[in-house]
């Protein structure tokens, strides 16, 4: 057996992600599907939090925990947290090979 690791994201939307507008949220959204893809992360789910507005939850999986802590150092260095107040975990489940 071998082991995947997974980031989940919980987050929500600052206010400063209020002030931008559609194409740079698109743009902003892009650049992180880029960054965790760059990474080698792939994204397994995401959903809206309905009961909390702007509030979020992905999953995204990789080989190994070094690609996941490459993957956040890369978000918190061009700014992630200007518009996402995120909170990071980090998961393993094991799969067959």
């Known amino acids: 057996m071998r082991t995947r690791t997974a980031l989940i994201i919980i987050g929500r ?6 002030t ?3 194409e740079q949220k698109h743009s ?3 650049r992180v599907g880029r960054t965790l893809s760059v990474c080698n992360l792939t994204p397994l789910l995401g959903y ?5 507005p702007g509030a979020f939850i992905e999953v995204w999986e ?7 802590d490459r993957a956040i150092k890369n978000l918190q260095a ?3 947290a200007r518009y996402v107040d995120a909170r990071w975990m980090i998961g393993e ?5």
Do not use: P
Not at 62 to 68: G, L, P
């Open 28 to 30: 902003f959204i892009e």
């Open 13 to 18: 939307y600052t206010d400063d992600w209020q």
């Open 62 to 68: 990789a080989d190994d925990a070094r690609a996941i």
């Open 20 to 22: 931008l507008t559609t």
């Open 48 to 52: 809206r939090l309905t009961s909390t």
């Open 93 to 97: 489940r094991a799969v067959e090979q």
């Open 78 to 80: 061009w700014g992630y």
